[in-house]
């Protein structure tokens, strides 16, 4: 069986290679999609492409747009959608992404530390499965992927 899977959340740390190595090392027929991670070209795409604006609210919004045309597309394609929450930063895009996904009926795996569940009661009610470690996601996509 074959899935893609897109990787939406926090962009700090490496638990998105954690996962593709997994995926290699299992030899699992997953693809994998994901957002920009480089968050200066994710912040600044608006304005490269567009122009510059003196607004930042308009700056942003031109990016956020412009992203969110990569991330519906992907979720749209996706079998599943894997949401990283990290400990640093805000992810609310990765919250609209679980949104996205369960609107239109693709399941979603959470992944955060446990500090996170009481904060994230609402997003972890809707997955079908809460991680708190890459391995984890990958043992699930294991399990899926048995024939």
Do not use: C
């Not at 968050?39 to 510059?52: A, E, K, M, P, R």
């Not at 894997?82 to 369960?102: H, L, M, P, S």
């Amino acid at each position: 069986m074959s899935y893609t899977i897109y990787l939406s959340g926090e962009i700090h740390s490496d638990w998105r290679d954690r996962i593709k190595q997994g995926i290699a090392e299992n030899q699992l027929n997953i693809e994998v999609l994901t957002p920009i991670t480089d968050h200066d070209n994710s912040d600044n795409v608006g304005s490269d492409i567009l122009g510059t604006e003196p607004n930042n609210f308009w700056k942003d919004h031109k990016s956020a747009k412009i992203n969110a045309l990569r991330t519906n597309s992907y979720i749209s394609r996706s079998d599943i959608v894997v949401i990283r929450f990290g400990e640093k930063y805000k992810q609310w895009n990765a919250a609209f992404d679980a949104g996205i996904a369960t609107g239109l009926g693709i399941p979603i795996i959470t992944l955060h530390s446990p500090d996170l569940t009481h904060p994230l009661k609402e997003v972890d009610a809707a997955a079908l499965a809460v991680t708190e470690t890459p391995q984890q996601v990958v043992e699930i996509l294991k399990y899926i992927s048995q024939p």
